[in-house]
């Protein structure tokens, strides 16, 4: 009997490259987004993209949990990339102005990315810093 596969998920990255370069290197793991929300199962494929400027990379979903904003770790939020919970706050307050602290958020972890954008920089970063200077557009990755 034929088993059905769960389609693969996305999740919607800013248009930065900080952040993005952040997620090729491995330094960004997390995302925080506001509500409970299912279909993020652990071990499913993750694609991580961005509408605005194309960018995509796959990963595998490692961990989720339900919580209340305020009790987001510490650990979980220098994973997003914030170096606190203020930077963090100041940052979905751009997408999401109407969240406080005792709103319910889901916090998806990630590993494993991959793809053709992954392969690239990390030939880049190979050859040296120099070259990264003139690489193609940062947007790129």
Known sequence: MATFKRPLVALLVSPGWEQRRAILEGRV???????YRDGYDVGRPLMLCCQIDPWCVMADITFVRHCLLAEVTAKEILDQGFDGRAKLMNFMLKFYPDLTENDGVTVINWGNVRGKLVEDWNKLRKIGPSVLQDSPRESSF
């Not at 793991?29 to 509500?35: A, L, N, Q, Y």
Request: aromatic share 0%; glycine share 14%.
């Open 29 to 35: 793991t997390v995302s925080i987004r506001p509500g």
